[in-house]
């Protein structure tokens, strides 16, 4: 859909910075999240978790659970269907393991009691008799040919025969000579460099309330990104049929991509069907650091050539990803990120993914890409220390533009990435003084964003009032931006509209709240219902006035004649349409359903002064400035809110963040005490520039923000450290003893 | 198990629960009194969301036993606004868009007030120290400590 030709325009609504819909409830603790409700006779569900990285499940004896007063139900995987399509299966496998225990907290059975005491004492009952395998949990070691095997006959086509197993993904992009390239340099630098697995550390732990018939006719209550997703995954899971579940997204803590996936709810739903009783199932903070999310592990090398005067002749890069115990495509995006900032001759990047015995790397936002452009970003900043060169004034002279075919295929069109570099290179932050043991470092980021599949219904109340129904569960503050959008284009007051999202029974599917695309892409949708509607109120208008459709035209939420020929009727309100709606045919609705193509691709360059204590190692951020392309920023402050939140994310990723695994394969730090987040404390103000470079794909020319942020911080910090520090840091995270260790060597 | 009774004063409310030993403030809060707006993020005093006021005192109420609180004077996030009135915090934290998914809020909120009782003019620094034992993972905290400050300028010229 394209971009308004009127998009000059002066908006009324858009732009501004209105009150949220749900702020109340939120404030008040009124809202509800997926722990928040119970129902009449509800049991309380708990799981049981394979203490081994890597173990064949002989049996699993649940007779004395069974027994025990209290307890109405235990299940196993074989209680669930085995989905044939491999997605499926590899989700219904997640939930509740069948021949083997793939990874330290792998589900194996559960329990479903009439209070969580109960439930927590049945799963001690359950004998699991298990056939402990070799494991492995590096991604280095697990591409090695002798590596202990995770699951047998994963491998795509695209892999060549001969490497070990566990290597299910293989992906190549690019374009050019990189010989030549390489050839042309002054200079060549070759690095590699690992990163950590990190969680999206959502504070919300998955929870979920479900109730499931003899019938198949089932309900679930849960905090997810996506009630579609929920539902297909749980009809897989239970061999039943989607029309008969009705999923509802509660308000939800926090996703980041970790909450696009399903761990609970058919396990839910074995029990509720078992017990002939709603089944609620909160995860515990262990629970969700040991299985759930994390993102990708990984391990890269890094070439890239330069002319002493800064142009970036040729660039290479190999990524080895370990996306957990089940076949992993995000190596693919991050393939296609990596060098996405630059307008290159010769470009060449390779992925490998590699099963580990580690939980199913969920999506955390931009999947795949942080780490890769981490890579990248450290090469080019350690080049430009090398050569001599002002990184800003380095990325500018290689930046892509419109018109730059990029390291992943596409051409770009309008992108805000030299309008973000100038921004930054003009900003005070950029020339401000720094003293001993303090470096600055800087970092482009690159997100594709995505559209998807859409619908959203837009109803005209009697009242003259207009009723949102839209499929994505408000991750952090879309109801205020899609209720604005339906504002602005329907010509009445925000406070007129009221957005709400539908369960999976009263709306057409929806993708989940992922790849930044509900503002763009239910926005799109939003809008265009909105004109169905105008569309027909002045139909409505037309025939009351006794004038051709066309004579009718819509302005600050009046129907009004077109022109003088039209005659001289005064405007009619929307109220006033929808006041007597019932006489000229009925209600009045607008819907839109699409597969929304043009998310527009988005920039962002980031700004970090560091101070590095040489006798400890650790690093205090000084200074932190955000500089993002948002197309059209529709509630700016929830545009800042998102920038500023994956900056943070992202610096807990380049700082501590980290799965650490022991030699026995068990995860090591599963809980907030151990994987430390960033606290208040520990951070700067994270100044803010949003850039409106207008994205030509939607009609208000709005970009998805919500990822990009969390890919610039790894780069932009570890480049302050190393020039803080004098060393190249060339692992993440950057923590104070691995810091300590490459300062003193 | 067999359930112990307990009166306490909820909010200004005097308040009667039975429980068990081992459960926590928190559990008894949600599961018997109804009073969800206290989260368990951890359930380990990690991450704040269950923050309340024990006599006076800003605690994690996954930490406290039900059966500690015999006597006492609880106060949680759903006291905060007196009616339709929302405190100046839990308003300030609306208008300046300092919440993303509202999990950590109800935690922020109770802590904040007791920051601000405690101490009205808090410099930024004061302010993060403070909250540092509340995890907000969305919003980078930035906007929570503006509002925090904007709401403490507003509270002290009242």
Redesign the interface.
Known sequence: MAFDAQAERNFKVVGT?V??P???D????????G??I?APGMLHGRILRSPHAHARIVSIDVSEAEKLPGVKAVVTGADLAQPEDDAFSDVAINCLARDKALYDGHAVAAVAATS??IAKQAIRLIKVDYEVLPHVTDVDEAMKPDAPVVQEGRALETVPAGMSQNVTTHCQFGHGDLEAGFAKADKIIERSFKTAATH??????QACMASLGNDGRGEVWCCTQGQYMVRANCAAALGVEESQLRITAS??????GGKTSTFIEPVALALSRKAGKPVKI?M??DEVLKATGPTISSSMDIKIGMTKDGRITAGQGVLRYSGGAYPNATVEMGAQAAFAAYNLEAVETIGWNAMTNRPKEIPYRAPGAPTAIYAVESVVDELCQELGLDPLDVRLMNAADKGTLSSYGPTFNEIGLVATLEAAKAHPHYTAPLGPNQGRGLSCGFWFNFGGNTCVSLNINDDGTVGVVEGNPD???SRASISMMAAEEMGVPYEKVRTVIADTSSLGFNDITDGSRVTFAVGLATIQAARAAIKEMCRRVAKIWDIDEDAVIWEDGCAKPAGPNAGTHPPMTLAEIAAIAGKTGGPIAGHHEVNADGAGVSFGVHLCDTEVDPETGAVKILRYTVFQDAGKAV?P??V??QM??????GIGWALNEEYIYGEDGRLQNA???DYR???????P??ETVILEIPNPGHPYGVRGVGETPIVPPLAAIANAVSRAAGVRMTELPMSPPRLLKAITG | ?KTIPVETTINGDSTEFLC?A?ESLL?VL??RLG??????????G??G?CSVMMNGRLVCSCLVLGVETQGAEIE???G??KGEE?HPL??V?????A????????GI?IAAKALLEKNPDPT??E???W???????????????KAVQTAAAEMRSA
């Open positions: 910075r009150l949220r749900d702020g109340i939120k404030v008040t603790g009124k809202a509800a999240y722990a928040d119970s969580k005491s999206q550390g959502y504070i919300e732990p308000e939800i803590g926090g996703g980041f909160v515990t903070r991750i952090g503050g509630h402050d929830y800042e809110g500023q939140g994956g900056a943070v994310q809980g907030f005490l987040v960033p606290v208040a404390s520990d951070l103000e994270i | 198990m068990n081992d559990d949600r599961d009073l969800t707006g206290a989260k368990e993020g951890c359930g380990t990690d991450c969301a949680t996030i759903e905060m606004a929302l839990q308003r934290f609306l208008e300046e868009a919440l993303q998914c509202g999990v950590c809020t109800p909120l930024d620094t302010v993060r120290y909250l540092a034992g509340n995890l907000c993972r969305c919003t980078g905290y930035d906007k929570i400590i």
